[in-house]
């Protein structure tokens, strides 16, 4: 009898033995250490956004002081609307600009950095409200374009048509290039986070208004819903994070998902090896960090270690840092994991 579990416990240690080994975990499984990108434009945008949100109390009544007192370039006034977004006082941001932008209404770039942010942020009625305030002081193509987009998406799709059209009467548009974007904008009248349009139709639109004005082109940017990190727009850096730069941060946890396959084969080893993949949906918020994350679909088949898997991946994800995105608004964002035997 004793020598019959002795060879029964051999043969437990001798299959456990045969299994897939664990590697050591890289530094960066520790989800309180930040993966480096391996690219210095992002890893310095990174950092600054990561300054940006621990700035001390004092630190940040001194910056306020600058900017109260107009001694503040351009620089320190994008830090201070990024630090009161990520800090909830969207109100506050959105006045400043609002009253920059009016003091200066010659500039169109100040007038992009007020209504960008309002729309960024889908605050389409304070959008609609901050474009009439310009529109009453000066008659302005762009933004009357703008007023429609947030009309329609605040009130519904027959609001925008009288603006459109006040555009075209002040700076005429090509009669197919107003028929497209009415045609647009009725199909993307929601008011919530939308996904980006096709690439090759915002191009084509982009260059169609392009030769128009910045605030033409804000439009386009909000009405497609793509934002080209290279298309500076208003005067203030308020971000900027394109769909390659969310995969390269993305990608620089590599190891750490490699690691959560590894454990996840070593999980009761006789069993069948898991293979396959799993697509993982999340949002980016303001202050660059990753929140609702959820597994989309995958095709682990049932396999008992999927599950697990999917949490640690899920738990990685939740360890990045991003780039502050353009205009501090939230990005829906999606990525593919694949891993085979």
């Known amino acids: 009898m004793l ?3 002795v060879l029964f416990l051999s043969a437990i240690t001798l299959i456990a033995a045969c299994g897939p080994k664990v590697p050591p975990p890289p530094p960066e499984f520790d989800t309180a250490t930040r993966a ?3 690219d210095n434009r992002i890893e310095e945008r990174i950092i600054k956004l990561i300054r940006l949100d621990q700035i001390s109390d004092e630190n940040l009544h001194q910056l306020q002081e600058k900017v109260v007192a107009g001694h503040s370039n351009e620089l320190h006034l994008g830090d201070y609307i990024s630090i009161l977004i990520m800090r909830g006082e969207l109100g506050a941001a959105l006045n400043l600009l609002h009253q ?3 003091s200066g209404l010659g500039d169109d770039t100040k007038i992009a950095d007020a209504l960008g942010l309002a729309m960024g942020q889908r605050r389409w009625g304070a959008c609609e409200q901050m474009a009439s305030d310009y529109l009453r002081r000066k008659l302005i193509p762009g933004v009357f374009l703008v007023r429609g987009l947030c009309l329609s998406r605040s009130e519904g799709v027959a609001s925008y048509e009288a603006d459109y059209r006040k555009a075209h009467e002040i700076l005429p548009l090509d009669e197919n290039v107003l028929t497209q974007i009415g045609q647009f904008t009725a199909q993307r009248a929601a008011s919530g986070v939308l996904k980006p349009a096709n690439s090759q139709a ?3 639109l982009m260059t169609a208004m392009m030769q128009r004005g910045v605030l033409d082109r804000l439009f386009v940017e ?8 290279k298309q500076q727009i208003g005067s203030l850096n308020l971000g900027t994070l394109s769909s390659s730069e969310i995969r390269h941060v993305v ?3 590599s190891r750490s998902y490699r690691q959560c396959y590894a454990m996840a084969r070593a999980r009761r080893p006789y069993r069948p090896a898991i293979s396959g993949g799993a697509t993982l949906e999340f ?5 660059g960090v990753i929140t609702e994350v959820t597994v989309s679909k995958d095709n682990w088949e049932g396999h008992h270690a999927g599950g697990f898997l999917n949490d640690c991946i899920t738990e990685q994800l939740e360890s ?4 502050l995105p353009r205009y501090a608004m939230g990005i829906r964002a999606q990525h593919h994991f694949s891993f085979s035997n």
Do not use: V
């Open 251 to 253: 990608l620089s946890r």
């Open 320 to 323: 990045l840092r991003f780039p």
């Open 3 to 5: 020598r019959a579990s």
């Open 202 to 204: 915002y191009g084509k």
């Open 222 to 229: 909000h009405l497609l819903g793509r934002f080209e990190s």
């Open 283 to 287: 949002f980016i918020n303001s202050a």
């Open 100 to 102: 920059r932008a009016i």
């Open 36 to 38: 480096a990108t391996g």
